[in-house]
């Protein structure tokens, strides 16, 4: 599996990522600004490393399933991709993977207790939330309420309790908590930090 960070850029740069972007996922949003604007970011992410580590340009024609997850129409590969409000980042894989990254800030108390399931501390809300996050994404499901998914810790790793699913996370993008969920224990090389000039060529960085 291949971990691929962007910092999220200028409102000015996000333009030229726009290409990037599926058409079935650019029909979701009326405008791109704000949020919107930054999954650009993350599709960008997708493009530069099928080219860079798997030799596939252009992006294979992309799919929604039916909880919204979106897929490779015809691929052997899955990915998964999220932001927040300073970086995005990318999963490619061989398995069925999510992802998710989160900017640590200050958090209203209402969504503390919509995240954390009993027994887990507030100290761990980010960490938990991506964790949980990835899951829903690895899953494809939607409405699935946070605090009635459990994560038990293992040593650094923590796994979800039951359907054999496995939660990584990652402490290396500043000020933010990042994860990984799999149906296998996820093993990467790490996490590879793009610059904005690589994101704005990624059709060259084969």
């Known amino acids: 599996m291949r971990l691929y960070c ?10 030229h990522l726009m290409e990037f972007v ?25 493009s530069y490393g099928l080219a860079k580590d798997f030799d596939i340009f252009p992006v294979p024609e992309i ?10 129409k015809r691929c052997d590969l899955y990915f998964s991709i999220s932001h927040g409000k300073t970086y ?21 108390p209402r969504i503390r207790e919509r995240v954390l399931a009993p027994g887990e501390k507030d100290e ?4 938990m939330w991506v964790l949980k996050e990835s899951y829903i994404k690895l899953r494809g499901e939607k409405d699935v309420p ?17 359907n054999g699913v496995f939660g990584v996370l990652y402490d290396e993008i500043p000020g933010c908590s990042a994860a990984v969920c799999a149906y ?15 994101l704005c060529c990624a059709e060259n960085s084969s």
Not at 22 to 46: D, I, M, Q, S
Not at 88 to 108: F, Q
Not at 146 to 162: L, Q
């Open 146 to 162: 946070f605090n009635k998914i459990n994560f038990a810790r293992s040593a650094n790793t923590p796994v979800f309790e039951g």
């Open 124 to 127: 761990d809300f980010f960490d």
């Open 6 to 15: 962007a910092k999220i850029p200028s409102p000015a740069d996000i333009p």
């Open 184 to 198: 296998n224990k996820p093993e990467t090389a790490g996490i590879e930090f793009v610059p904005r000039e690589n």
């Open 88 to 108: 995005a980042l990318c999963a490619i894989s061989r398995y069925p993977v999510g992802v998710d990254v989160e900017t640590r800030r200050r958090i209203n």
């Open 22 to 46: 599926p058409p079935a996922r650019k029909a979701c949003f009326p405008r791109f600004e704000g949020a919107a604007a930054r999954t650009a970011v993350g599709w960008a992410l997708l």
């Open 63 to 72: 799919v929604l399933a039916p909880g919204g997850k979106p897929l490779f």
